[in-house]
Nanobody, 115 residues
Framework: QVQLVESGGGLAQPGGSLRLSCAAS????????MSWYRQAPGKVRELVAS???????TYAASVKGRFTISRDNAKNTVYLQMNSLKPEDTAVYYC?????????WGQGTQVTVSS
């Protein structure tokens, strides 16, 4: 069955960096665009970044210039490099397909940005 397993979250200081990974299984990864989403406490889940089959990327305005999404089809993995982190980036981060989640959500990975 389809599985999405996110990892790499943790505690970072403002201005710091983290790299998230999402390992996918149960479907032909290279045939799907993939996205990272996040959900902060008390807020709706939002789309953060997307990468197409052809590796074109798009970003939410709030993260553009700070976050970079990439994919490794050989490893069935999508990454999110997060630089210049801000406290408002604190959230649980998930991967799935854009624009709506086609697959069951994984457990997510918690990112906390605090001094």
């Amino acid at each position: 069955q389809v599985q999405l397993v996110e990892s790499g979250g943790g505690l970072a200081q403002p201005g710091g960096s983290l790299r998230l990974s999402c390992a996918a299984s149960g479907f032909t990864f290279s045939n799907y665009a993939m996205s990272w989403y996040r959900q902060a406490p008390g807020k709706v889940r939002e789309l953060v970044a997307s990468i197409t089959i052809g590796r074109s990327t798009t970003y939410a305005a709030s993260v553009k210039g700070r976050f970079t999404i990439s994919r490794d089809n050989a490893k069935n993995t999508v990454y999110l490099q997060m630089n210049s982190l801000k406290p408002e980036d604190t959230a649980v981060y998930y991967c799935n397909t854009p624009p709506g989640a086609r697959f069951p959500w994984g457990q997510g990975t918690q990112v906390t940005v605090s001094s």
